[in-house]
Every structure is written in structure tokens, then in C-alpha cells.
């Protein structure tokens, strides 16, 4: 279910690969405007509706399932659960997460505004490359903090705990990063867009 969401998500700026006489006379004529309407569309509107329909999909479950919500599911099948994390670290989980969705978002609906032609090939490369790279930094990132964590103190590999809240702290500076980079991506898109380089 969360794959599907994520997906949903990830692939929304894939709306505006079909460049119709429709959908065109649809988007204002003001190069901002324009740009509004892909940024909104695509990083507001989209999530809204998706994040809508999980959360309302979570509370039927709660109904129907003695208080268990699909998150307290998800939480315990990756053993994130309040004995090893409090609340400011799931917070900082979400909003990594939030940084995570808004650089991938960006990148396909750069990479998909920038196309000329094959633009829904081109828009699933460049959300396969932002996953790629990022798993990659993440797992280089991840295995160098554990290595030295546990070169430091070998009793820490018992106690996962303190190795995540380690890695998450790492990781912060990580996702300042992610998020520069996806604030120039959308000034890119901006300046792309009042260029009038954007082709039906």
C-alpha cells in the first residue's frame, strides 16, 4: 500500500508529459503562473488528495481493527516503535521524509518539463536515477556512521537504538543538502518555464 502511495506520489508531474491543446489552454499564459500551477499541482495538490485518501483509509482500519492503525503496522514491521524512538526523532523522520518526496517530485517534473519527446520514459529515468543516487548515499552514509559507531563501541550492535538515532542525526545534515538541491531544481523549473521552452 505504501509503495502505491509513494508512487502515486513520485509520479504525478508525469500528468503534464501529454502536452494536448487541452491541457495547455488550461495553464495560465503568466510564465509564474504557469510555473504556480506545475509546482502546486505537483507538490500540494497531488499529495493533498493522496495523503487524503491513506488517511481516511487509516481510519477505517482503526474501526475496523481494535485502534491498530496501518502506520502502527508499519512502524512495527520495521521495529521503529517508542521503545527505540521518542516523538522529536519520528518527527525528524517525517520531515526527512517530506525533503525526500519534495527533491524527487521536483526532479521528475524538471526532467518531464525539460523533454521533448518520450517525456513518460524520461520522467521514470529520472525518478529511477534520484532513487538510485539517494539509496546509494544512504547506504554509504548509513554503513560509514555504523562502522565507526561500532569500531567505537562494539556493545552497540546490540542496541540498535542508539545506532539509528546516531545515523538520523548524520543523516539531517544529509537531507539540509537534498533540500538546497531541490530548491535550485525549482528555480530551474521556473526559469524554464519563462523561457518558453516548454513545447507541446
Excluded: C
Excluded at 127 to 142: K, N, T, Y
Amino acid at each position: 500500500m505504501s509503495f502505491i502511495v509513494g508512487l502515486t506520489l513520485n509520479l504525478s508531474p508525469l500528468t503534464f508529459a501529454r502536452r494536448d491543446d487541452t491541457l495547455l489552454a488550461l495553464i495560465p499564459a503568466k510564465p509564474v503562473e504557469k510555473w504556480l500551477v506545475y509546482i502546486l499541482y505537483s507538490l500540494i495538490a497531488v499529495p493533498l488528495v493522496v495523503e487524503g485518501v491513506w488517511y481516511s483509509l487509516e481510519f477505517i482500519f482503526r474501526i475496523l481493527n481494535s485502534g491498530y492503525t496501518i502506520q502502527d503496522i508499519m512502524w512495527a514491521r520495521v521495529k521503529l516503535d517508542s521503545d527505540m524512538m521518542d516523538l522529536p526523532e519520528r518527527s525528524l523522520i517525517i520531515a526527512l521524509s517530506l525533503v525526500q518526496s519534495y527533491a524527487i517530485i521536483a526532479t521528475v517534473l524538471y526532467v518531464v518539463l525539460k523533454a521533448v519527446r518520450n517525456r513518460v520514459v524520461k520522467g521514470l529515468l529520472g525518478l529511477l536515477g534520484i532513487l538510485f543516487a539517494s539509496s546509494i548515499l544512504a547506504a554509504i552514509i548509513g554503513g560509514t556512521v555504523a562502522y565507526f559507531n561500532i569500531s567505537a563501541d562494539p556493545k552497540m550492535i546490540d542496541n540498535p537504538a542508539d545506532l539509528i538515532k546516531n545515523m538520523i542525526s548524520v543523516f539531517g545534515i544529509i537531507y539540509v543538502l537534498l533540500a538546497v538541491y531541490s530548491i535550485i531544481l525549482t528555480v530551474m523549473i521556473y526559469r524554464h518555464v519563462k523561457a518558453g521552452e516548454i513545447k507541446a
